[in-house]
């Protein structure tokens, strides 16, 4: 269970700046010492405590993130900033439940499992914080603060993250291939086109910009009923498109041109229909599309010594 939670925490969703404190001026938040709790009332003795959150909570070594993140805000400066651990859980909380900043903000209000996992004892009707101070926090605490949370991670798992493999299915998980009589492959080839008609200074009669962006706006919701024979309509134009491009830029290269190879690969992809052999799928390398829970295996490779799906 704390593989699964934790496992969807995903590294590369963060592009961040090292280890250095955010621009805006906040204070470290101080703590609230409270001798007296709610005679009535107490998260801790209320939430099952079979719960992961509840489970996951307890484990959670959230000392490590005050000492490490403490010296990022300043003592006696700026706004008050919102308890490191609330901010951390909220991290947490997002990737567990795969949710955009502002929905884990509303879901925290009406969750108590997410309160209790993020130090409160009492209930809070209100919102923990704005959405934007997510983004500020990732900021601040970089990615070397990132990986300390990873590395959390990898200690909770226990002797599972000293493993040096890792068996994860994959047959169930969504590959991104494009196919070769979609309309993104000919739109590859009237980019790379015009490219090198503008690398090689090349006259062209027409470029099609305009005409591109109308029918990339027939060419969306292809999937409704009334926009489908306009989606086909603009995908068979697209094509024409491409193959008057190519045939025009072959007509100008000189024959010994490096980019004969490529004319002729355009060539057979525009002429490649759905029944054809040796299809062409795309160009270089195919890559596949993990869930966020599959990479932050592959990345760590030490998490779990088997992921079921």
């Known amino acids: 269970m704390f593989i699964s939670l934790f496992s969807c925490f995903y590294l590369p969703n963060f592009v961040l700046l090292g280890y250095k404190p955010c621009k ?24 099952n405590p079979r719960h992961p959150l509840y489970i996951l909570a307890n484990r959670v070594d959230w000392k490590l993130f005050e000492t490490a993140f403490s010296p990022l805000y300043c003592l006696d400066n700026g706004r008050p900033a919102k308890p490191i651990r ?17 929905s884990v903000v509303e879901q925290w209000s009406e969750n108590l499992y997410y309160q209790y996992f993020c130090g409160f004892q009492e209930f809070v009707a209100s919102a923990p914080c704005e959405a934007s101070e997510l983004v500020h926090f990732r900021k601040r605490i970089g990615e070397s603060g990132i990986e300390l949370i990873f590395k959390e991670s990898i200690r909770i798992n226990g002797d599972d993250s000293n493993d040096d493999d890792v068996n994860a299915d994959t047959t169930v998980q969504e590959k991104n291939i494009t196919f070769p009589t979609d309309a993104k492959l000919h739109k590859k080839i009237i980019k790379k086109t015009l490219k090198i008609v503008h690398d090689e200074q090349l006259p062209i009669r027409q470029s099609y910009t305009r005409t591109l962006k109308k029918l990339g706006v027939d060419q969306r919701f292809r999937n409704h009923p009334k926009n489908k024979s306009k989606a086909k309509k603009a995908d068979r134009k697209v094509k024409t498109i491409a193959g008057r491009l190519v045939r025009e830029l072959e007509r100008n290269l000189p024959q010994d041109s490096i980019h004969q190879k490529t004319i ?16 062409i799928y795309a160009r270089g390398r195919i890559f596949c599309r993990f869930s966020n829970s599959l990479i932050l295996l592959l990345l760590s490779s030490k998490l779990s010594r088997e992921v079921t799906e």
């Open 86 to 102: 609330l901010m951390v859980g909220l991290l947490i909380l997002k990737h567990i439940r795969n949710v955009s900043d502002e």
């Open 24 to 47: 805006l001026n906040r204070m470290l938040a101080k703590k609230k010492t409270s001798n007296q709790s709610s005679f009535f009332f107490s998260l801790e003795d209320t939430l």
């Open 264 to 279: 002729l690969f355009f060539k057979q992809v525009l002429a490649q229909t759905r029944s054809s052999k040796n299809k």
